[in-house]
């Protein structure tokens, strides 16, 4: 089993719509978890961290759960701009090491 | 500006030529990890550095080697590339709590 799955899509979602990705991980040990975006041939870039609470940063929720062990990513009033892979991350507090998922391509169409 | 630099940014190559890509970071960070990416198989880390001198293998350290004799740089050498070492290659670097700096890339072609 993967440590870090996400469904790799691809997504094709009217531009406008709302648009929820989830991934799992195995590692229970797992302390910090990030959503990053890469646009197609470009560098990974920090979208947002996680928190057990939950948060927001405009147009976009992420949330953890912990007791079953997934991430969400939620995308309100998608744009097209959003198109890109998200890539779901985990990690460890004092060890720099992240787990990186494969992806789940999102295309949003006018 | 803040930035992760890597050169070259494409590289063709044949089977056995030894060849470095540099990696370098004006952020003072003391983690550099070096990334391949392929089709399906997602993000894979070669090799990492906590700081300068300490290196370590990564998940997929086979035919790649690193050096780390500066903070800022962090060099990728490949002795002897072979075709399976065709990929994307990032390095990034990070200053702690995990979030992660990359450079744009380097598209390596071993023929």
């Known amino acids: 089993r993967k440590e870090v799955e996400q469904d790799p899509g691809p997504f094709n979602v009217p531009e406008g719509a709302t648009v929820a990705f989830n991934c799992t991980y195995s590692n229970s040990a797992s302390q910090s978890f990030f959503w990053y975006r890469q646009d197609c041939r470009k560098e990974p870039k920090l979208l947002m961290s996680v928190y057990s609470s939950g948060n927001e940063d405009g147009r976009f929720t992420a949330q953890l759960n912990r007791a079953s062990q997934y991430i969400s990513l939620l995308i309100r009033d998608s744009k097209l701009s959003d198109s890109a892979t998200y890539l779901c991350v985990v990690g460890y507090f004092g060890n720099e090491k992240l787990t990186f998922g494969t992806g789940t391509r999102l295309t949003i169409i006018p | 500006e803040a930035q992760v630099t890597q050169n070259p940014r494409y590289l063709i190559t044949v089977t056995g030529k030894k060849l470095t890509v540099t990696c370098s970071q004006n952020m003072n960070h003391e983690y550099m990890s070096w990334y391949r990416q392929d089709p399906g198989l997602g993000l894979r880390q070669i090799y990492y550095?906590?700081?300068?001198?300490?290196?370590d293998k990564g998940d997929v350290p086979e035919g790649y080697k690193v050096s780390r004799k500066e903070k800022r740089n962090f060099p990728l050498i490949l002795e002897s590339p072979s075709p399976n070492q065709t990929s994307l290659y990032f390095c990034?670097?990070?200053?702690?709590?995990?979030?992660?700096?990359f450079g744009p890339g380097t598209r390596l072609t071993v023929l």
């Open positions: 550095s906590m700081n300068v001198e300490v290196t």
């Open positions: 990034a670097s990070s200053g702690g709590l995990n979030e992660q700096f």
